[in-house]
C-alpha cells in the first residue's frame, strides 16, 4: 500500500526551507497578528460613511478631503476591514475592494498559520511558494484601481 501524494503546501516543518524554530515564529507571529487585528476590528462599529472607522482607534480623521476635496488612495480600508470581520463580506468589497482584498488575505493568512502551528506543517515553505510578483502586481493594480472606484463612489 503506497501512501497518498502530499500537496505541496503540507510538508512537515523539519522539511521546511528555513529552520522549524524560525517557521514557528514567523507561524506564531502571523497567527497572533491576524487573531489581534480581528479582535479590534470586531469591536469596533464600521462608520457608515464608508470612511472614517479608524477614529475609533484614536487616530485623527483623514486630512485629504479637507486639503484636496478627494478620498485618499486608502480611504475605507479600515472601514472595509471592520465589515468584513462583522461578516458584511459584500458590503466590504463595496465599500473598498482594496481594503476587503488585504483584510481577507490577512484573515487566510492567520488561518493558515494557525493550521501549521497546530498540525506541525511548514508555514513559510507555502509563502515562498506563492507567485510574489504576481500578487504584489494584482494588489498595485487593485490598490489604485480601488482609489478610482472610491473617488467615483466618495460622498464626504
Known amino acids: 500500500m ?23 515564529l ?10 489581534v487585528l480581528t479582535w479590534k476590528l470586531a469591536g469596533v462599529a464600521p462608520d457608515r460613511r464608508g470612511h472614517g472607522t479608524h477614529e475609533q482607534f484614536g487616530m485623527a480623521p483623514c ?11 486608502t480611504c475605507g480600508c479600515t472601514t ?8 458584511d463580506v459584500v458590503g ?3 465599500t473598498q475592494p482594496f ?9 487566510m493568512a492567520g488561518a493558515h498559520a494557525l ?26 493594480a487593485l490598490f489604485w484601481g480601488a482609489w478610482g472606484y472610491k473617488y467615483w463612489t466618495w460622498t464626504a
Open 26 to 35: 514567523v507561524a506564531l507571529v502571523v497567527a497572533a497578528a491576524a487573531v
Open 80 to 87: 472595509a476591514s471592520a465589515q468584513l470581520v462583522h461578516g
Open 92 to 94: 466590504a468589497f463595496v
Open 115 to 140: 493550521g501549521c502551528l497546530l498540525r506541525g506543517r511548514s508555514f513559510v515553505d507555502a509563502l515562498v511558494r506563492l507567485p510574489f510578483w504576481r500578487l504584489v502586481a494584482g494588489m498595485f
Open 2 to 24: 503506497t501512501a497518498a501524494p502530499r500537496a505541496s503546501w503540507t510538508i512537515p516543518v523539519a522539511d521546511g526551507p528555513v529552520s522549524a524554530v524560525a517557521d514557528r
Open 99 to 107: 481594503g476587503a482584498a488585504v483584510a481577507a488575505l490577512g484573515l
Open 63 to 73: 486630512g485629504w478631503p479637507e486639503v484636496y476635496g478627494i478620498p485618499c488612495p
